[in-house]
């Protein structure tokens, strides 16, 4: 019997090299365990925030990661809890390993206007600023680079009404990994900027 490997299971130098560092998996587990510690600290932050917490009912949080998300890494806190698996406002922030930290926010259509809310998100985005919308019903999809979302400044008639029909909307943004110290200060803004859009002009 050949016992010699077959090409596909060769080992590359890109890959000897890291199963040959011990450094690199004492790297990620510390990295990981202070995104959480970052996250848990942002969740009670969130729930001292008064303006925040004026549309939600619970001021509770969950912290939680994995290791496969689309293959990579990643941390998610969630505020509130999620405890069932129907809800009306949610807020979602992510770190997915090697790509960003997105901020994003969930809301029940049937809770707002469709045009009024999409109005007042056009008004309190700056131009070229990249918020982006969720055009399809998958609303867990976490890779805002996807074809599914799009600029909120692009939403036009065609598109409202494609949103008018999703259960959900999901308003999500972008914030760069190494710019992870003023993640808490962005997150806040954005979750208080795009929930104060359901106010009805």
């Not at 939680?64 to 505020?79: A, E, K, Q, T």
């Not at 090697?98 to 809301?107: A, D, E, L, R």
């Not at 909120?152 to 008639?157: A, E, G, T, V, W």
Request: glycine share 4%; charged share 25%; with cysteine.
């Amino acid at each position: 019997m050949n016992l010699m490997q077959t090409s596909a299971n060769n080992l590359t130098k890109h890959e000897l090299d890291f199963i040959s560092d011990k450094e690199y998996p004492l790297i990620k587990k510390s990295a990981m365990q202070k995104i959480s510690t970052l996250f848990e600290e942002m969740g009670e932050q969130m729930k001292a925030d008064e303006t925040l917490n004026a549309f939600f009912t619970k001021r509770t949080f969950k912290v939680s990661r994995g290791d496969n998300y689309l293959h990579l890494p990643y941390v998610v806190l969630d505020y509130p809890k999620i405890s069932r698996a129907h809800f009306e406002l949610h807020c979602r922030t992510m770190f997915w390993w090697g790509n960003y930290f997105s901020m994003n926010v969930f809301i029940k259509t049937s809770k707002i206007d469709i045009t009024s809310f999409y109005k007042n998100l056009s008004e309190n985005t700056a131009a070229g600023q990249n918020v982006m919308v969720l055009t399809a019903e998958n609303i867990w999809n976490q890779d805002l680079n996807a074809g599914e979302f799009i600029n909120s400044n692009n939403i036009d008639k065609k598109v409202l009404d494609v949103l008018a029909g999703n259960p959900y909307q999901k308003i999500s943004a972008i914030h760069d990994i190494k710019r992870s110290a003023e993640l808490s200060e962005a997150a806040g803004m954005f979750y208080k900027k795009v929930l104060g859009c359901m106010k009805k002009i």
